[in-house]
Every structure is written in C-alpha cells, then in structure tokens.
C-alpha cells in the first residue's frame, strides 16, 4: 500500500497464514483480554503453532511500538524469527543474545529484512528511539531479558506487548535475572502474555499457598494472570493435529551388554563407572525398537554431554556388531550426529537438517542432553528415546512433544523408547528370587519407566484414565497394561508371572493408592446394593471402613479433587454425614413451624425418621456452646427457634402456670419450650435449688399448689410414662415387644418394674390411676418373679455339690439376701406354699 508521498505505508496489515480452529479460538480469547493491557496465559500442546498465534496476537493489539518475546533459547530465538521474518509482522528486527547466527534464519527467508544482534544496552536503547512508525521486535532470551527492560526504562518507553514463550522457564526464585521479566519496575510493558505447554505449579501447602514465598509458580495470577485458552495434546491428538503415541520398554540382558562389548573391545567401565554398559544398553534398545516399528528419525536424550557424544560416536560400532550377529537393522545408511548447548545455531541446524531428511534414503539418530527438549521445532522425529534416568516432568513432556509433531514423512504413530537393563538367567532358566521373595525384575530401571508414564499422564488425560482403569481392573482380575504401553523382553523373559509382575509393578508406580481403596467399595457396593461398611470389615485387603473415614476427612477438609469426590458420590457414599443429618433436621423442623406455627414440639415427636424434640434440644446446646454455625442459627431463627434458655423466677413460673392450665400438672416432658422458656429444664433446675437450700419457702409453695414433683426418680417415672402413653396412642395397646425402644424407652422393662412397683406398694395413686387410664394389666407373668410372693428369708436349702463356705453357725446364710435370679423354679415352688 502507498502513501499520499508515494512511500510505502509500514503499518499496512501482513497477510499471515491461515490460523486452525483451536488457534483461532485462543488467540481470539487472549487479544480480547489483553486489549486494554494486562496478563494472561495461553496454554496449548507442544507442537500446535504457538508462535504463529503470538504473531497474529501482535499484529492485532499492536500497530506502532515494540513488540518483545522472550525465548529460553537461541534455537527457539532462530526459529521464531524466521516465522516473523517469513509473515513480514515487523518492520524493524533485533536480537538480544550472544550468539550472532541466529539472524541466519532471517536472512534466509529474506535478505531484505536484516536483524541486529547485540547484548549492549545503548544498541537497544537506540533500536527503541527509532522515529519510524510500525511495529518492531525484539527477540531476547530469558536470561538476557533484564538488559532489554533496562533499555526500555532508559528510553523512556514501554513494550507494548511481551510475549513470553516457554513461560516455565520463568518460574523460581524472584532474586534472579530471569525473574525481571515479570516485574513492571524492572520491565515496562503494558501486556504480557505466558505461552507454554507445561505449565510449573511449584510445590503448595495444604491451603493450596506456595510454601516459599520467594518462589514464582504459573498459578500465581498476580504474576503470570489468568488462564485464556487451554489446549491440551490429548485433545490435539485426538483432534489429528498431533501424532499418537506408544511407549516401548526394552529388555535388554546383562550377557548381552558383555558381549557385545567383547566384541566390539570396548571396556565395560570407564571414567564415570557405567557409562559405557548403560551406552551400550541404550544403543540395542533403539536399534531392536526402530528395525521393528521402522523409526528413521530418532531423537536421544542422555544424561550429560560425554554421554551423549559417546552414544553418537559409538552408535555406528554397535550397529556393524548387531548385523554381524544377524541381528535385524533398519534399512538404509545410519547417519549419527550430537547437540548440545555449545554449538552453534548453525551446528545444530546441520544434524537437524539429517533427521529432516535421512541421507541416501536411510535412518538418522541424533543425540542430544537438554538443548531439544524446550520449544524447538523438529517436526521429523519419529520417536525419542530415553537414557535410564530420573527426570522431571516437564522436561519429559517436552522432549516428547518434539515426536508428536505430524509430518509428511513420518510413521503417523510417535515411539517413547524406555531401554531397561535386566539381570540374566539362572542355568535352570528361573528368574532369581531374593530372600524376600520379590523378583530380580524388582530394579530401579522399572522407576524409569514409572516416572515416563507418570509425567505424561500428567498432560494426557487420556492415558490417565487407561492407566486408571487398568489399576481397578486389576485388583479383581489380570493386570493388562494400557495398548499404547508395550513390552519388549528377551527370550526366556516373557513368561506369564514375570509379565503380570511387571503390569502391576507399573500401574502401582502410575498410579494413585486411592484407586485400590476404590475398588474395594466398588466391589462392596456390587456385592451388598450399599456403602454402609460395618466396622471393621476388609475388602480386597483393605480397611474399608477405616478408608471411608479418610475420605470424608479430606472432603471436609477441602483436600478430595472433583472427579474422585463424583466417584464416591456415584456408589451412593454420604461425604459428609453430618451435613446430611443437618439438612434432615432442618427441613423437619421446617415441616413442622409449617403445619403448627411455633418449635414448640413435644418430647418423643418424629417427623420424617427425626426425632424432632431431641434434634432442636442438641442445636440449642451447640448454640449455647458457640459451635452452630451462624448461617444454621439463622436459618433455624428464620422459622422460629427460640434460643433462649435462661429465664427470670418470673418468666418461668408464667411458662409453668401456662403448661398447669393446659394439662393440669407441672410433668413437663423434655423439650417442652413455652414462650421461649424450656419448662423441663427450669423446673430442674428448681429441684436443683430446693437440694441446695435455694429457694424460698413462698415460692416452693407456690410450686407445690401446682403438683409440683419434687422427687427426681418421681419425674423420670412420668417421663417414661409419656412415652408409655404414646406408644398407646399410637398402637392402641400396651403389647410392647421386648427390648424395643419408643422414644429413648425400653417400655417392656418399663412395665415389668411398673408392676414390681405395684405389687409391692411403691406407687403413688397418680401413677396408679394413670396406669389403670391405658388400661394396665398389673399381673405379672413369668418364672422369675410372682406377684404376692414373699421374699424369701432364712437359710438357703443346701443343693448337692455347692460349697459351703457361705453357710454361717447353725447353718444359717451370712449373706444379706438371695438374688431372685436364684430362686427356684415355679414347679418346684407353686404361688403361696412355704419354700
């Protein structure tokens, strides 16, 4: 486009590459919320094209000003600014690094485009004073990115959008250089956006708070802001925009190494100990792994730079002695190259160039320590492999994400090789046992494969759940691992328990413990239609119900996830039964000020499986003890709970002259609450007074005018009582069952003593007239005990073979009384004979 003098116009809108769905939704999603300024992340798999969305995002927020990304490295450097230099978003280009090559990938793209590198502070300073409109980048890397801020601070201006690639990069302590790059003081931009595929969440509390507060962690919003878009390599793979995958672990046997080593004169041991034996191990994993999936392109990643040169130099030694045993090889020429941190952009690019396109049509291996793992594209790779160590788990998913990158020459399917040294045979062909009884398979090599699968389950939700489900299954039946995770053992190996052992060594390693408590109350559950586990009951080895316990604790206490918290809720598990109790009770209550009006509710009254009285009695003591929570206080105060427990001699004596006129004696039940004044409780707490010399002549008087009972044993006779003459109400008869409780009774034991107490006079006429009103049948029926019957006194007669130390002078029994349990049967002793 032209301006009216005929220049050309700087700020005219680049034509840039079309955007996929998923880039076009998160981009959309960042630039809306980055408009006016702020921070965001934008989270997508490895290999989904998010340096071409931080393009696009740059050319929609920003026409005129400095555009700054910050990479964790001088190849991602390279990389980024062939893609700016290859869409023509930015008029003026400068790197801030050390290494002068990176512009080559410019310059490549187009010649016309130069781009600076520099890591002086006045160079930046006046690439930022520039007075000619449109927008410029800056590509830094992390570690240089305070010298850009400062410059930016010097030349009095800010970046109008900082985009900071591989964000994890930036996590850790605060105290670095690094950290600059999210300060505003040290760094002035007026948006930030963090891309990643692996976002670092450092290590929280139980509180979810960071531990250290000198750490940066991605979940810190005042830092790194929200989350904007999220695109996860499960559902890119499952999208086709990725490759799938499968992990391939190798056995490779001790006999092996030492021969091959024989026979190529290496020594087992060097310098560092082992790294020859582990080399080698590695070497015949990749060469069995790629002649039978057909890998061309092959990435390593070993364990230091020694290493790593080593496997490249060596490789091809390896390779002549398998072939020369008939070993099966790849087809084509082996072409073996090394990276590493100190090479050159252009180095790399030379073994990069071989995996992209294996000369004379053959198999390229290129090794490498770390420098592939963070944001470089290398989209031929057919698979990685891994030396046998522990690794983190970031930096597992994204040396994967270097095989999951689709190419046209590629398999379709990326291999994660796991080399595994195994012990040999015993003679007998038996695979040797420990005192233990655990296998020689039981090695540290198994962790590794452990700890890759726990790393990537970590970013595929998909594998997740395989490997979960394959946990559950195999509590109850074979342990099966997930298709995509495949075993390759030498002969003699693969016997049925040595494969069982291993599964289940790894799904235990992949997976969490929770899953085997889990299956045991799945199991239950299939079993009894039920999760009501009694004390004490084992499942599948497990306490079930201690379990349980566990797993409302941590519900209450806010620490059980989502998905694991449906699980339970599915199988039918109340988390949380005091809550479910409390919701039971109010609502109760709630049905019951409906149809009445009041809380005033009797002793004993049930209302959907509540008992109502006790229910509203125990919250009115956790109110007075300050443990009900004030949202349940207000909501019993909402329908006319009255808390109030302490009254006035005045207030009370209304509440028992009221309950006196409406039932005409002071037997108030428990839970009798009259204007606000629990009756039951105020007239205890005058029996109180009257033991202790309290109260008042007048007012015991005036007590006793009512029927006040004084004697407590008297009370609690006509509390049970009431229950008696419900129960009566409700049945019609007096025909209780043995044992049953009604309303906190035991009312057949109840009667019994009842007519006891009749039968010997301890009744007052009250309590006999009372009685006699429901229809009482005072006979007493029985072996133990008859009505009429005198207690017997005098000697016991003597029984064959007793003892007889209890016989005084005379023969006459020292003891006080016989207990009745002891008296004879009635056939021997009929009612009115002499013993």
Known sequence: ???????????????????????????????????????????????????????????????????????????????????????????????????????????????????????????????????????????????SAHLVGAALAAAGTVSELLVIDEAHETTGRVDTDVAAIHDDDRFPARRRLYMTATPRILGTDRRGRVDDAALLSMDDQKVFGPVLSRYSTARAIADGWLDDYRIVAVGITNREVMQLLHATGREALNDDGLATTRTVVLQLALIRAAAEFGLRRMLVFDTGIEASREFARTLPTTVRAVEAAGGEL????????????????????????????????????????????????????????????????????QAVGRALRRSVGGS??????????????????????????????????????????????????????????????????????????????????????????????????????????????????????????????????????????????????????????????????????????????????????????HLNVPTGHHRDGVDLAAWLLRRRGDYQRGTLTPARAAALTAIGMIWKTKATWAEGFAAAQAFHREHGHLRAPNGTIIDGIDVHHWLTMRRVDVRE?????????????????????????????????????????????TGDRHDGVVLSRFMLKMRKDHDEGRLTADQIAAADALGMNWQ????????????RAGPVPRQPGRALEHLGPLGTDVRRDVPERLAPPDDRHPPGAPP
Request: proline share 5%.
């Open 1 to 143: 486009m032209r301006s009216a003098t005929g220049t050309t116009d700087r700020r005219e809108r680049p034509r840039l590459p079309d955007l996929r769905d998923y880039q076009t939704a998160g981009g959309a999603a960042a630039v809306s919320a980055l408009r006016t300024g702020g921070r965001g992340q934008y989270l997508s798999a490895c290999g989904t094209g998010k340096t071409l969305v931080a393009v696009h995002a740059a050319v929609e927020l920003v026409q005129d000003g400095p555009v700054v990304i910050a990479c964790p490295s001088l190849g991602l450097i390279a990389q980024t600014l062939a893609v700016w230099a290859h869409t023509g978003a930015a008029q003026d280009l400068l790197a801030v690094c050390s290494d002068a090559t990176v512009r080559d990938a410019a310059v490549r793209v187009t010649a016309q485009l130069a781009c600076d590198v520099t890591t002086d502070t006045a160079v930046i300073v006046a690439f930022l004073r520039r007075s000619a409109p449109g927008r410029r980048l800056i590509l830094t890397t992390h570690v």
């Open 330 to 397: 790849p087809p084509g020429p082996l072409t073996t190259g090394h990276v590493d941190g100190q090479q050159t952009v252009a180095q790399r690019r030379i073994h990069l160039e071989h995996l992209t396109a294996p000369p004379q049509d053959g198999w390229t291996v290129v090794s490498n320590v770390r420098c592939l793992s963070t944001g470089v594209d290398v989209p031929a790779v057919d698979g990685v492999a891994f030396a046998g160590q522990r690794r983190a788990t970031i930096e597992v998913i």
């Open 412 to 597: 379709g399917t990326a291999t994660i090789l796991l080399p595994i040294l195994l012990p040999d045979l015993v003679p007998d062909g038996q695979h040797r046992t420990s005192d233990s009884g655990t296998t020689d398979a039981d090695l540290g090599a198994w962790e590794t494969v452990c700890q890759i699968l726990r790393a990537l389950r970590a970013h595929d939700e998909v594998l997740g759940d395989e490997l979960d489900t394959r946990r559950r299954s195999a509590c109850t039946g074979r342990a099966e691992l997930p298709a995509r995770v495949l075993l390759r053992l030498p002969d003699g190996y693969a016997t049925e328990d040595l494969v069982q052992h291993i599964t289940l060594r790894i799904l235990e390693g992949t997976t969490s413990d929770w899953l085997v408590g889990y299956t045991a109350l799945h199991a239950f559950h299939t079993r009894h239609g039920h999760v009501r586990v009694p004390t004490g009951h084992r499942e599948h080895d497990i306490w079930l119900a201690r379990w349980i316990g566990q797993q409302r604790a941590a519900a209450k206490a806010g620490h059980l996830p989502a998905d694991r918290r449906q699980l339970l809720t599915n199988l039918g598990l109340d988390l949380d039964p005091y809550e479910t109790a409390w919701q039971q009770g109010l609502a109760a209550a709630t049905a019951f000020h409906r149809e009445h009006g």
């Open 693 to 737: 010399g309290r109260l008042t002549a007048a007012n015991r008087a005036r007590l006793d005018a009512m029927g006040m009972i004084w004697n407590l044993r008297e009370q609690q006779w006509w509390e049970q009582f009431a229950a008696l003459e419900r129960f009566h109400a409700r049945e019609g008869h007096l025909r209780a069952r």
């Open 780 to 791: 007493i029926t029985g072996r133990r005990y008859q009505p009429g019957r005198p207690r």
